[in-house]
């Protein structure tokens, strides 16, 4: 994955950072935090005014994260994930809850559960379209995502974390070999 951090909003992501804003703040920790920015974000998916033309570009060599906001305290960070066709993610898991929202295009997911020897068994895969929003709530959330189209394919994440520290939401990189 690349990186690049974003100076100035469009006004649909400064309301949409508004809207987050409130979800985090106004709701308990875990699952109602999840579910109430999963209701912040699903409008703004689609929205062509809502990035600007730089933060749409992808990166020949892998999967690109532009980081459009992080909280003042550092509670959530919003990153747009762009990715051109056959990129995939490694398989990882998480530090922290995220709401991921397809924007533009289509994102594959396979989901994995760890046995106890450490292996990695395959459970679910599926298929997210632009408006699609799906949470997810640490432990329990190893999974690859991957562009199977022929377009380029936009999400949008909120983490609950603060990515201009750590980088990335990764919490761990899984080996292909460990998948049973
Ligand atoms: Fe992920």
Known sequence: ??????????????ALVTDLDRAVRGTAPGRATVDAVADALRPALGDPRLLRPD???GDPAAYRQHLLHVADDGSFSLVALVWLPGQAT???DHLAWCVVGVHEGAEHE?????????LLVPTESAVAYAGDVEGLLPPGDIHRVTNAGTDLAISLHV???DLSLVGSSIRRRYDDALVG
């Open 1 to 14: 994955m690349t990186s690049t951090t974003t100076s100035h909003a469009t006004r649909g992501l400064t």
């Open 159 to 161: 983490y609950g974390a």
């Open 55 to 57: 933060q749409r570009v």
């Open 90 to 92: 490694p398989i990882h």
């Open 110 to 118: 396979t989901r994995y559960t760890a046995r106890p020897d450490g």
